[in-house]
């Protein structure tokens, strides 16, 4: 999630091979055998030797020690008396750990990070690369420095500098390709915070780079290395104050909620950007329907880095490798052992509680007590935009800011969120007056081409910037509204449509909206939109997914998702191939916020079908916008009686839940629309689409059961009336601001209207 710089690899600086070669000759390993959270390991054992788990005289599994002699033993019970017999082990016992059971302050003080690469054991005994990284010119005895964290999977702890390759960019010649430059998409923490005047500590992830360990993704293991990465970070004499914050976008953005959620006790805040709150329905199966588009390339991309260095891996694990680093060398001793979730993903199509339930931030969320900072877009074409389902578990918290727009993946930097996140990380983690340098200000517009290939608003001083104290500031900060929606993100400038910012905004107390209602909006003859109930009637169409390209930006058109205008392919309906219904023409702009439910009442020809609901706006031109999707497998049609509401359907996705549809007879299928925040203006209309999944998103593409043979028909009206349910905002409007020119608006592609072959 984001994009990662592509390093190409060259000769390493002479100071580094020299560092490299200085390290002391490793022995040959002895057998290790420990326990994790809810796991176990081994390391040096005989390549090829049988294992045998026991506890307490049990046994409970076996294995064979992999080519390095190393062995993982999964989902494990916390305890004493576990033991590992054979491939040399002397059966030493051990504990596996439970959730929560967190190292004493002692454990952490003892550790000393100096600047530049660390390598620091955490609970169960695996090393973690952290990269400090200072101001420009700072040394730690500059020091106490405000401190953030950015923990990440991606090429985040490389010790190189980020700084001098963009800059070189900016200033017109190409990024460098120092195979040590930790990759664009951790900006955030080895980039922006340094220049804001934070010391970062860059974490790598468990089974990545130079890190020890197996990478399984947001096991246990990896979200309590979190922990001990925060408390690690705050016990450190150069950190201001004894605490630290997180930042970071995707990636980075999403290990903030999981780390957050174990509670390390000198966290003081997280600043979490573009995020996913579920590994199943949000991106591995939205509506129970495998993502094989950018879903299952990330996850391939992420195995494709758990492999060991040099034959495999990150460039700067390969690049230290070979230039003698015994510690990353020795870290990657587990790599064989890495969880392969490609293949977990494709043995799990149903919601497996014991694979993803601790997998999902969603179950994190709830948690968080300390102070939250959130970005996010619906429209994102990596993560999407379910996230918005979980922040409602934030209610507890009285420290949550949130600001919700439409966009991509990158627009969680934007200008209209840039100054608010510096004045929260200054306020909370700094303890100073929120101030954003001149430097950033004036460079913000290059930056943002680089970042983004996009112009945007200019980043604005804070209004906070003159206060006289920390403490009037804070009260002051205090005093913004805790939800922004941020509207018509790409038609602030006019005459630069996709422009990054936001025309305008409107501001809440608390999510979910107080002030949203259900409205109903009923499914009618001729494809009309209504909100009267109609007479009996029928529609029918062919499931066919061929009916249109797969993704609107396919292949290598991808990159260009945030870009201000891509060249998106937003085909529209195939005839016979899905049904519209299009309400009449708006009196009064219609806000709305929040998910929605297309309720149909459906029969098929077929046992299982897979429906994609695409809403959208037609506008008094001519021009339709996309707004949002939702999609369901029929089979998973079973939703939580108690989670469920009018506005919002949740379906288990459990396997015992599945059900073909009933043979030639009308059964209600609920199929959730993710959240959005949107103004239909005055003089358009609102657009509802039927049809088979793909053709609506730039990176996703689904692994549908249709192929075109499926008729499906909806009921239309009387006894069974399928209907839409939208969440407006009573007494909201779009502030007089004019509707955006035709494909302004960033992650809403826009095409000609063209009716459906059932009129609407």
């Given at each position: 999630m984001g994009r990662a710089s592509s390093n190409a690899k060259r000769s390493l600086p002479l100071a580094v091979l020299a560092a490299a070669l200085l390290l002391p000759a490793a022995a040959h390993p002895a057998v290790v055998t420990r326990g994790s959270v809810g796991e176990a390991y081994v390391t040096g054992a005989k390549a090829g030797a049988k294992l045998t788990l026991t506890r307490d005289g049990r046994r409970l599994a076996t294995g064979t020690a992999d080519r390095f002699g190393s062995k993982i033993f999964y989902e494990l019970r916390p305890g004493s008396g576990y033991r590992v017999t054979g491939g040399g082990s002397s059966g030493r016992p051990f504990a596996v750990m439970g959730k929560g059971a967190n190292p004493k302050a002692s454990f952490f003080k003892r550790i000393r990070l100096k600047e530049g690469l660390n390598y620091v054991k955490v609970r169960d005994g695996v090393e973690l690369a952290m990269t400090v990284r200072l101001p420009a010119g700072k040394k730690l005895t500059d020091g106490p420095f405000p401190t953030v964290i950015e923990y990440s999977g991606y090429q985040v702890a490389a010790p190189g500098n980020l700084l001098s390759s963009v800059a070189g960019?900016?200033?017109?010649?190409?990024?460098?390709?120092?195979?040590?430059?930790?990759?664009?998409?951790?900006?955030?923490?080895?980039?922006?915070?340094?220049?804001?005047?934070?010391?970062?500590?860059?974490?790598?992830?468990?089974?990545?780079?130079?890190?020890?360990?197996?990478?399984?993704?947001?096991?246990?293991?990896?979200?309590?290395?979190?922990?001990?990465?925060?408390e690690t970070a705050a016990a450190q004499p150069w950190v201001k104050g004894g605490k630290v914050g997180m930042v970071g976008i995707s990636f980075s953005g999403i290990t903030q909620l999981f780390t957050a959620g174990t509670r390390p006790p000198h966290l003081a805040a997280i600043t979490p950007m573009s995020v996913t709150d579920d590994t199943y329905s949000a991106t591995g199966y939205p509506g129970g329907i495998f993502n094989k588009g950018f879903a299952l390339s990330w996850i391939r991309e992420r195995m494709d880095d758990a492999r060991p260095a040099p034959e495999g891996g990150q460039p700067w694990a390969k690049a230290l490798v070979k230039a003698g680093d015994r510690n990353c060398r020795a870290n990657q001793r587990l790599r064989l052992q890495t969880r392969d979730a490609v293949k977990l993903s494709r043995e799990n199509p149903y919601r497996t509680p014991s694979l993803y339930d601790e997998r999902a931030a969603a179950a994190w969320i709830g948690k968080i007590k300390a102070p939250v900072f959130?970005?996010?877009?619906?429209?994102?074409?990596?993560?999407?935009?379910?996230?918005?389902?979980?922040?409602?578990?934030?209610?507890?918290?009285?420290?949550?800011w949130l600001s919700l727009q439409n966009g991509v993946h990158a627009d969680s930097l934007g200008p209209s969120t840039i100054t608010e996140w510096v004045e929260f990380l200054k306020l909370f983690v700094a303890d100073e007056v929120p101030s954003i340098p001149s430097s950033i200000r004036g460079l913000s517009g290059e930056l943002y081409r680089y970042l983004a290939d996009a112009p945007a608003l200019p980043v604005q001083q804070s209004k906070l910037a003159d206060s006289p104290s920390v403490a009037q500031a804070m009260a002051a900060f205090r005093r913004y509204p805790r939800v922004r929606l941020l509207m018509d993100n790409g038609a602030a400038i006019p005459g630069s449509p996709g422009a990054i910012g936001a025309a305008w905004e409107l501001t809440h107390g608390a999510w979910p909206i107080a002030e949203t209602a259900s409205t109903t909006m009923y499914l009618g003859d001729g494809g009309a939109l209504t909100p009267n109930l109609p007479a009996s009637g029928s529609a029918s169409y062919t499931a066919d997914p061929a009916g249109r390209p797969a993704q609107t930006l396919p292949g290598s058109g991808a990159e260009d998702a945030w870009k201000a205008q891509p060249p998106y392919n937003w085909a529209p309906l195939a005839a016979g191939k899905g049904l519209g219904f299009t309400g009449p023409v708006l009196e009064r702009d219609l806000v709305i916020a929040g998910p929605s439910s297309l309720d149909l009442w459906v029969k098929s020809t077929a046992k299982d079908t897979d429906f994609q609901v695409t809403l959208s706006e037609v506008r008094p031109d001519g021009q339709e916008t996309y707004v949002q999707n939702g999609w369901l497998r029929a089979s998973h049609r079973k939703l939580y009686p108690k989670r469920s509401t009018a506005l919002n359907p949740v379906p288990t996705h459990l396997k015992q839940d599945a059900a073909p549809l009933p043979a030639g007879q009308f059964t209600l299928v609920r199929v959730p629309v993710f959240p959005v925040?949107?103004?239909?203006?005055?003089?358009?209309?609102?657009?509802?689409?039927?049809?088979?999944?793909?053709?609506?998103?730039?990176?996703?593409?689904?692994?549908?059961?249709?192929?075109?043979?499926?008729?499906?028909?909806?009921?239309?009206?009387?006894?069974?009336?399928?209907?839409?349910?939208?969440?407006?905002?009573?007494?909201?409007?779009?502030?007089?601001?004019?509707?955006?020119?035709?494909?302004?608006?960033?992650?809403?592609?826009?095409?000609?209207?063209?009716?459906?072959?059932?009129?609407?």
């Open positions: 960019a900016i200033g017109g010649g190409s990024a460098a390709s120092d195979p040590l430059v930790p990759a664009s998409s951790t900006a955030v923490g080895s980039l922006i915070a340094p220049l804001l005047g934070f010391a970062t500590v860059s974490v790598q992830m468990r089974g990545s780079g130079c890190s020890g360990g197996a990478f399984d993704l947001f096991g246990l293991p990896t979200t309590y290395d979190g922990y001990d990465a925060v959130l970005v996010g877009q619906y429209q994102d074409e990596q993560t999407g935009g379910h996230f918005v389902e979980s922040l409602g578990e934030l209610k507890g918290n009285p420290d949550v925040a949107h103004a239909f203006r005055v003089g358009s209309r609102i657009r509802v689409t039927v049809e088979a999944a793909g053709g609506d998103r730039p990176r996703w593409d689904f692994a549908t059961i249709d192929d075109g043979k499926a008729v499906n028909t909806v009921s239309l009206g009387g006894a069974q009336p399928s209907k839409l349910v939208l969440p407006v905002i009573a007494g909201d409007d779009a502030k007089g601001t004019p509707l955006p020119p035709a494909g302004a608006l960033r992650g809403q592609p826009g095409r000609a209207y063209r009716a459906a072959s059932n009129g609407g």
